[in-house]
């Protein structure tokens, strides 16, 4: 069992910074793959970055991609999502999520999940 809990959201003006950060428990998060989903009202979840066990690989949605950089610390198990120049259309609760296998972009692939954490941005 893997138990996440994010933190680090809140409201911010467009243009601004926030960084997220996912605490996860358990001895095995050293070699999870680990991702970063977002949902805004009316919508569905939709993937915004994921880093693999050794933190080598990573992947964006092209929406992110520049102004997102998503990173790990496995001795302290979290992983993080440092979020730059925020636009109004990034509003949205993030969760974070984690799989024991290989790196993918598909949120029913990701077996545990957090219990999300708003990001609100004012233009």
């Known amino acids: 069992q893997v138990q996440l809990v994010e933190s680090g959201g809140g409201l911010v003006q467009a243009g601004g910074s926030l960084r997220l950060s996912c605490a996860a428990s358990?001895?095995?998060?050293?070699?999870?793959?680990m991702g970063w989903f977002r949902q805004a009202p009316g919508k569905e979840r939709e993937f915004v970055a994921a880093?693999?066990?050794?933190?080598?690989?990573?992947r964006y949605a092209e929406s992110v991609k520049g102004r997102f950089t998503i990173s790990r610390d496995n001795a302290k198990n979290t992983v993080y999502l440092q979020m730059n120049s925020l636009k109004p259309e990034d509003t949205a609760v993030y969760y974070c999520?984690?799989?024991?296998?290989?790196?993918?972009?598909?949120?029913?692939?990701?077996?545990?999940w957090g219990q999300g954490t708003q990001v609100t941005v004012s233009s």
């Open positions: 358990g001895r095995t998060f050293s070699r999870y793959t």
């Open positions: 880093i693999n066990w050794s933190g080598g690989s990573t």
């Open positions: 999520a984690a799989r024991g296998l290989n790196l993918v972009v598909v949120a029913n692939l990701y077996d545990y």
